[in-house]
T-cell receptor, first 111, second 112 residues
């Protein structure tokens, strides 16, 4: 089983749609969780952190389910500019171990 | 503030030639450092990570090697490039405990 798994997509949605991505992780001791966005031919950039209580940033909502070991990202009112690849990221507990990136989910928002 | 520098931005190399990509981080001490590769249209593949000077962990067997001669310097090398080494190489750093990773702008390598 991969340490972090995502549906690669692509998700093709019309403008204004609501779309959700899930990501599962295998290490129950994982401590921190993030969603990154990667535009074509660019480096990944932090979109938002994922907290146990869930968090919202404008049209984006991230949630964590530790019992089932998954995190989710919800995008409401999709914009054309949301088209990108979304990477799920998991960091371990203390001890200097590696940060794990999912392979990403591709999103295409169309007019 | 912390910054990460990665160079060169693009590189075209012939098969069999050597490779050296360099990454440096400023504004932090003892970061975790990573090299990732992304093939065209694919996800990030972790190649190497380092938790300290001289400490390198390899994730996949390959034609590449990494070194960390200084705390904030991470180098990706190859003695002889293969066509399959083409891709987008990304260096990243993170503070060891529970923080996000930050990426350099990447090197787009084409082996011809």
């Amino acid at each position: 089983r991969k340490e972090v798994e995502q549906d690669p997509g692509p998700f093709n949605v019309p403008e204004g749609a609501t779309v959700a991505f899930n990501c599962t992780y295998s290490n129950s001791a994982s401590q921190s969780f993030f969603w990154y966005r990667q535009d074509c031919r660019k480096e990944p950039k932090l979109l938002m952190s994922v907290y146990s209580s869930g968090n919202e940033d404008g049209r984006f909502t991230a949630q964590l389910n530790r019992a089932s070991q998954y995190i989710s990202l919800l995008i409401r009112d999709s914009k054309l500019s949301d088209s990108a690849t979304y990477l799920c990221v998991v960091t371990p507990g203390t001890g200097g171990f590696k940060t794990i990136f999912g392979a990403g989910t591709r999103l295409f928002v169309k007019a | 503030s912390q910054t990460i520098h990665q160079w060169p931005a693009t590189l075209v190399q012939p098969v069999g030639s050597p490779l050296s990509l360099e990454c440096t981080v400023e504004g932090t001490s003892n970061p975790n450092l990573y090299w990732y590769r992304q093939a065209a249209g694919r996800g990030l593949q972790l190649l190497f990570y380092s938790v300290g000077i001289g400490q390198i962990s390899s994730e996949v067997p390959q034609n590449l090697s990494a070194s960390r001669p200084q705390d904030r310097q991470f180098i990706l090398s190859s003695k002889k490039l293969l066509l399959s080494d083409s891709g987008f190489y990304l260096c990243a750093w993170s503070v060891p405990v529970n923080t996000e990773a930050f990426f350099g702008q990447g090197t787009r390598l084409t082996v011809v």
